[in-house]
């Protein structure tokens, strides 16, 4: 690797890891699960990375980042509808004998992440509200920065925010009236 190229590598590796768990908590809310968000994650770093060259100083990295990471969402959710469901060999095959799994740190933690019934609902919103409002709840973006990273105005996120918490409201308040009297659990977050 020559010096230029460690040069690149090292100054893309600064000005964007610290955004692997905002990003990680983004793909997470909207997939509702670890492995794919993860998948997510990483090809968001891969396509960046190989675009960096395109990176101009000044610009937000957490907007560019960000916006790569949901592209590659909905180029996901695009080519899923496509496709068909598979299985890992093993589990078709099985080999007679039931590991007991257990769940470790990282998973315990998407688990407590957000709330099932949340993910739930926000996998069911459109994306047009859905973004939105996981970059500000899940990623703490300021309505200035979701506004570049959509490229919308303000008033047209502080609209979608709005319209996306009511919808969201609505959707959870069905699923509390459609659970067992007592198995109404805590405040839900993201």
């Known amino acids: 690797m020559s010096l230029k190229e460690n040069h690149i590598n090292r100054r893309f590796e600064d000005l964007t890891l610290g955004y692997a768990d905002q990003l990680f908590r ?7 699960n670890r492995q794919d968000a993860e998948d997510i994650v990483q090809e968001t770093y891969l396509k960046a990375f190989r ?11 957490k907007a ?4 790569i990471l949901i592209n590659t969402v909905r180029d996901r959710h695009r080519s899923k509808a496509h496709s068909f469901p598979t299985m890992e060999l093993d589990e078709a095959i099985g080999d007679g004998f039931d590991e007991p ?13 957000i709330d099932a019934d949340l993910a739930n609902a926000l996998r069911s919103m459109s994306e047009v509200l859905a973004v939105p409002l996981i970059l500000r709840e899940a990623y703490d973006a300021s309505y200035e920065e ?8 303000i008033g047209t996120v502080m609209s979608r925010l709005s319209r996306a918490r009511s919808a ?6 069905m699923t509390l009236d459609h659970q067992p009297a007592g198995d109404h659990s805590g405040g839900a977050t993201i």
Do not use: H
């Not at 675009?51 to 990295?61: A, L, P, Q």
């Not at 560019?64 to 916006?67: A, E, H, R, Y």
């Not at 257990?102 to 315990?108: H, L, Y």
């Not at 969201?168 to 308040?173: A, G, P, T, V």
């Open 101 to 113: 799994t257990f769940a470790g740190p990282e998973d315990q933690l998407c688990d407590q992440e």
């Open 64 to 67: 560019w980042l960000t916006q």
């Open 146 to 153: 979701i506004a570049r990273i959509l490229g919308l105005p």
């Open 168 to 173: 969201l409201r609505k959707r959870l308040l």
């Open 26 to 32: 983004v793909a997470y809310a909207r997939t509702g």
């Open 51 to 61: 675009s960096f060259n395109s990176f101009r100083d000044g610009t937000n990295m």
